[in-house]
């Protein structure tokens, strides 16, 4: 399941979708699965933390914040596209 939302758009994200992972500066954005939401208690109130896996090999996992995550755009799309063709097909 492809979905392509903003963050703060007042959508909420589900387990299951696609984002990119704002990890290196200047470079693009690394496409990761959410695996989990988990909420935890900041000094201002409450804050959401993502358990994502990354699809490229070695499907290495991380715990994100909101502000390190962005929608795909129209690149990340196709590239994720194309992963999970690749998947189907076992390519």
């Not at 704002?22 to 690394?30: D, E, F, N």
């Not at 000094?43 to 933390?49: A, E, I, M, R």
């Not at 490229?56 to 994100?64: A, D, G, I, R, S």
């Amino acid at each position: 399941m492809i979905t392509n939302f903003k963050l703060f758009e007042g959508k909420s994200p589900i387990v299951g979708d696609y984002f990119g992972y704002k990890r290196y500066l200047g470079l693009p954005p690394i496409i990761v699965k959410l695996l989990s939401i988990r909420e935890k208690q900041a000094q201002f109130g409450k804050s959401k933390q993502y358990f994502v896996e990354i699809l490229e090999e070695p499907h290495t996992t991380y715990v994100l914040d909101s502000w390190e995550l962005q929608e795909l755009d129209d690149d990340g799309i196709e590239e994720l596209k194309v992963y999970l063709n690749s998947e189907k097909y076992n390519i």
